[in-house]
């Protein structure tokens, strides 16, 4: 049996109840027992969410070849009379658990009688004949489907409600991908970054520090990219938070890699690696060869990260990149940001909402870029035929006070009169300065920021004073 395109775990609706596959398969083996040779459940009764075909009993073990030697399958089939779909693939890991769920679509001359003997017997490969040609269930390219239909190439995020989650989702459903966010479970969420594309997702749940979750989630919905985005973001929190940081930002990632080392290697993995993994930096400009010496609980569990990604790639095979990304910021920055906290402070105090503005180090240089400008390198990471890792950035260096100065700038005012440093908002390790070199990024991926610096200052100034004014 041939695969045509992914469907795991598939649920089913049964005398207006739910079950699962796995649940109906082992209904299928109690009957297969008992020889009951008659259909198990009358038409009607049963059916598949994803179209109008009815199960019959069949239940059968077959011996196949894989990449670690032959291996068993248990199959459960359906039927309209014309086509048979194979609903479950179990193959056997060892963990003891299923590393694989495929959903197959052929012809047989009869769905209710032949065919399920013919399953029981084994001989289920030289019965069906396969409608339409191999495609992986994860595989990189879409898949067809009777009638000369297309699915498109499906897209994990996690971290799919931050900045560059949302810029990215808009991306990828550009490009005429079906998404799917990753979510932590949680009694309040804000989807307010993709509350605008929100009908277009498909929202699950899952937590990088849960692998099993993560699992679930590559089994159910078989992505041929994932876009690991998710992470404790901010620097001044993880001294404050550094097992979380940890937990989150570093062990995250190997939770993510080994869950799609056990369902499908090939898979294509992008991990979100920082410049802060640079720290206390050792050349300028910093570049793909540049050593790391990070210099916060972030940074640090950033360096894990990247290096996890790196070595799982070498080990297992992994298409496995990560961009080693510069700032970049958008109007949809979190306040707790410098950039959004000096552009939303600046209009704050243009409105007299506010008369001061309390910040830390004004000296440090950071490279600033467009959010939207580097999701972009992103996706073009994932294309490349070779993974590999790259250096995202503007090559141009400003500090916070040309922050201030050209914030301020934007609403009429001179931050001078506004900016008080407070020693509260100053790290217990700075970086003091980077600047990224994209040199490689513009020459294999044919990357190029579009946005400067002070338009993207501009831009975000001025969204702020417009939700001001709401």
């Not at 109906?24 to 459940?41: A, H, Y």
């Not at 069949?58 to 070849?65: E, K, N, Q, S």
């Not at 993709?194 to 849960?210: C, E, N, P, R, Y």
């Not at 707790?336 to 906290?341: A, G, L, P, Q, S």
Request: glycine share 8%; with cysteine; charged share 25%.
């Amino acid at each position: 049996m041939r695969e045509l395109c992914s469907l795991p775990r598939q649920i089913v609706v049964m005398k207006n109840g739910v079950t699962s596959v796995k649940d109906l398969v082992e209904n299928i083996t109690c009957r297969d027992v008992k020889r009951q040779r008659r259909n198990v459940f009358d038409d009607g009764q049963l059916r598949m969410l994803e179209g109008p075909l009815h199960f019959f009993e069949a239940r059968g073990m077959l011996r196949v070849h894989g990449e670690s030697g032959d291996e068993y399958v248990g199959v459960a089939l359906a039927g309209d009379g014309r086509h048979v779909v194979a609903v479950e693939f179990q193959r056997r890991d060892p963990l003891g658990g299923f590393d694989g769920h495929t959903v197959g679509s052929a012809q047989a001359k009869t769905c209710y009688n032949d065919v399920a003997h013919d399953v029981r017997l084994g001989t289920t490969r030289s019965q069906i004949s396969v409608e339409s040609r191999v495609v992986r269930g994860s595989g990189h390219e879409s898949v067809p489907l009777r009638g000369g239909r297309t699915v498109a190439k499906r897209a994990l995020i996690t971290g799919i409600t931050g900045q560059d989650g949302s810029y990215l989702a808009e991306l990828l459903l550009d490009q005429g991908y079906e998404v799917v966010g990753l979510m932590r479970r949680s009694s309040t969420v804000n989807i307010e970054r993709i509350s605008h594309i929100q009908d277009q997702l498909t929202l699950v749940s899952g937590d990088l520090m849960d692998e099993v979750s993560l699992i679930n989630v590559l089994r159910d919905y078989r992505p041929s990219e994932v876009y690991n985005l998710a992470a404790q973001t901010f620097v001044q929190a993880s001294f404050s938070q550094p097992v979380l940081t940890g937990e989150t930002t570093a062990l995250g990632v190997t939770r993510m890699l080994d869950a799609i080392r056990i369902v499908d290697s090939d898979i294509r993995f992008y991990q979100a690696s920082s410049s802060e993994m640079f720290g206390r930096v050792r050349s300028v400009p910093q570049n793909e060869e540049t050593s790391f010496y990070p210099r916060s609980p972030y940074g640090v569990a950033k360096v894990y990260g990247h290096w996890i990604t790196v070595n799982y790639r070498e080990s297992y095979n992994l298409h496995a990149s990560s961009g080693i990304f510069f700032n970049h910021e958008s109007p949809r920055r979190g306040l707790e940001f410098v950039t959004r906290k000096v552009t939303n402070g600046a209009a704050r105090i243009a409105a007299g909402l506010d008369r001061e503005l309390r910040l830390g180090n004004l000296e440090s240089q950071r490279d600033w870029g467009y959010a939207a400008d580097y999701v972009r390198a992103m996706w073009l990471i994932l294309q490349q035929e070779v993974p590999d890792d790259y250096v995202v950035a503007s090559g141009e260096t400003h500090s916070v006070r040309d922050l201030c100065e050209a914030a301020f700038a934007q609403v009429g005012l001179n931050y001078e009169d506004h900016v008080v440093i407070d020693a509260a908002y100053i790290r217990p390790a700075e970086v003091d300065l980077l600047v990224g070199d994209a040199t490689k990024a513009n020459r294999v991926l044919g990357w190029r920021p579009e946005v400067d610096f002070y338009a993207l200052i501009e831009m975000m100034v001025a969204a702020d004073v417009k939700a001001l004014q709401r």
